[in-house]
């Protein structure tokens, strides 16, 4: 497709579980970035890659959250032992360079329960 | 920290009219400001994006300004639609290694008809 996209739309998982969002970015962008969005809130910076790497994790709430993006292209985020504070809406963007626009995908709904 | 405020928080106007909206911003050091519009369930959507240089920008029925002196800036909307209807967010970016957003919390904007 021509956009970012993002799986699964939504997610409903119980309380210390495992979950894994993925981020499917628009072909040809090297930058990819997760946010997280409270309800009512804008959306916060979680972690920027730059290729395969982690260019900027400062963002990351802490050790429970991980990322990956081994081949350049597609990337998760994990969160380990899910707390239900950790409901929001997960936002992946990507950008043809760190300095151009960033596209945003529909992002993914985690329910915590 | 870096902030971004907006205000107001939420704006209800008839179709036709127009309206402004204010973002005031705590970010060092400066890139770029953005005005991004966001309706509900998907996700934000660029409008303009200014830098330090730039005081004004128009796309469509939208114009921004930048004061980068005062750290404000506006989004004023003429005759507006009832798609106008959505989140409008400021973001401002800092550049130290790559394109890093703070997000305003957004102003919540209704369009009656």
């Known amino acids: 497709g021509a956009g970012v996209s993002q799986t699964p739309s939504n997610k409903v998982t119980e309380k210390g579980k495992y979950v894994e969002l993925r981020c499917d970015p628009i072909s040809g962008h090297t930058a990819l970035y997760w946010y997280r969005q409270s309800l009512g809130q804008g959306p916060e910076f979680l972690i920027y890659?730059?290729?395969?790497?982690?260019?900027?994790d400062s963002g990351l709430p802490n050790d429970r959250f991980f990322a990956v993006r081994p081949e350049g292209s597609v990337s998760t985020l994990k969160i380990q032992r899910t707390e239900r504070g950790d409901s929001a809406v997960y936002l992946c963007?990507?950008?043809?360079?760190?300095?151009?626009?960033?596209?945003f995908g529909p992002g993914t709904r985690l329910t915590v329960l | 920290k870096n902030q971004v405020e907006q205000s107001p928080q939420s704006l209800i106007i008839l179709e036709g009219k127009n309206c402004t909206l204010q973002?005031?911003?705590?970010?060092?050091?400066?890139?770029?400001l953005r005005w991004y519009k966001q309706d509900t369930g998907r996700g934000p959507v660029s409008l303009t994006i200014?830098?330090?240089?730039?005081n004004t920008k128009s796309n469509g029925r939208y114009t921004a300004t930048l004061d980068a002196d005062t750290k404000q800036s506006s989004l004023h909307i003429t005759a507006s639609q009832l798609s106008d209807s959505a989140s409008y967010i400021c973001v401002v970016s800092s550049n130290p290694r790559g394109e890093k957003l703070t997000f305003g919390t957004g102003t919540r904007l209704t369009i009656i008809p």
């Open positions: 963007a990507s950008s043809f360079t760190p300095l151009s626009e960033q596209f």
């Open positions: 973002c005031n911003y705590t970010v060092s050091p400066f890139s770029n």
């Open positions: 890659f730059q290729g395969t790497g982690a260019a900027d």
């Open positions: 200014m830098t330090f240089s730039e």
